[in-house]
């Protein structure tokens, strides 16, 4: 089957950093990509990684290892602001098709 | 500015009463698609669109249909509405297939409520 999973919940301290793992399985791989998503909007891209190692974006970056299907999310000098869900999702199916993890709810605190 | 847009954004119905949701994009894009949100279990492809007159089933297309007759437009059909069709739905766009660049414009979100 395709599955991905990640944890349901998150929380951290504002300043802090935090990492939101990703593990998938799937038919054929092409990448791995972040959204991010606040109560009552749209999921937004964060990253993408086609290949191993860690992309920085900022505060965020995002690993990646094909090996062991698995990545995260490493989100640095956490903001109240970062407060939401955060999706791992990985196209596949000739890339047509984009599976979606659960999501993992960040909550940052003061 | 470069959009996705949904209409309605809210929509309350009742059993079997035909709906559509609009989306249309204005950055050209060839790929489309249509996800529902349920709590718990994240986004769910219901039907995608590689280009004009092209579309495909997603992972939960039961219910649904769709139509890209315009590369712009990508609308959600549903015939007769069922209670278990209660969602949050999104319209997502890309340049190209997910695979290639991994990222998906998405609308506003239309959420739907059918009693």
């Given at each position: 089957g395709q599955s991905l999973e990640?944890?349901?919940?998150?929380?951290?301290?504002?300043?802090?950093?935090?990492?939101?793992?990703?593990?998938?399985?799937?038919?054929?791989?092409?990448?791995?990509?972040?959204?991010?998503?606040?109560d009552g909007g749209a999921p937004t891209f964060l990253s993408y990684n086609a290949?191993?190692?860690?992309?920085?974006?900022?505060?965020?970056?995002?690993?990646?290892?094909?090996?062991?299907?698995?990545?995260?999310?490493?989100?640095?000098e956490l903001q109240m602001k970062d407060s939401a869900s955060y999706f791992c999702a990985v196209p596949n199916t000739g890339g047509f098709k984009t599976i979606f993890g659960a999501g993992t709810r960040l909550f940052v605190k003061a | 500015e470069a959009q996705v847009t949904q209409n309605p954004r809210y929509l309350i119905t009742v059993t079997g009463k035909k709906l559509t949701v609009t989306c249309s994009q204005n950055m050209n894009h060839e790929y489309m698609s249509?996800?529902?949100?349920?709590?718990?279990?994240?986004?769910?492809?219901?039907?995608?669109?590689?280009?004009?007159?092209?579309?495909?089933?997603?992972?939960?297309?039961?219910?649904?249909?769709?139509?890209r007759k315009e590369k712009r437009n990508f609308p959600l059909i549903l015939e007769s509405p069922s209670p278990n069709q209660t969602s949050l739905y999104f319209c997502a766009s890309s340049p190209s297939s997910g695979g290639a660049t991994g990222e998906l414009f998405f609308g506003e979100g239309s959420r739907l409520t059918v009693l």
């Open positions: 990640q944890p349901s919940e998150v929380t951290a301290v504002e300043g802090a950093i935090v990492q939101i793992n990703c593990t998938y399985q799937t038919s054929g791989f092409y990448g791995l990509s972040w959204y991010q998503q606040h290949l191993d190692g860690l992309e920085e974006t900022g505060r965020f970056s995002s690993f990646l290892s094909r090996s062991d299907s698995y990545g995260y999310l490493l989100l640095q | 249509w996800y529902r949100q349920d709590p718990g279990l994240g986004l769910r492809q219901i039907y995608y669109s590689m280009n004009v007159e092209v579309t495909d089933k997603g992972d939960v297309p039961e219910g649904y249909k769709v139509s």
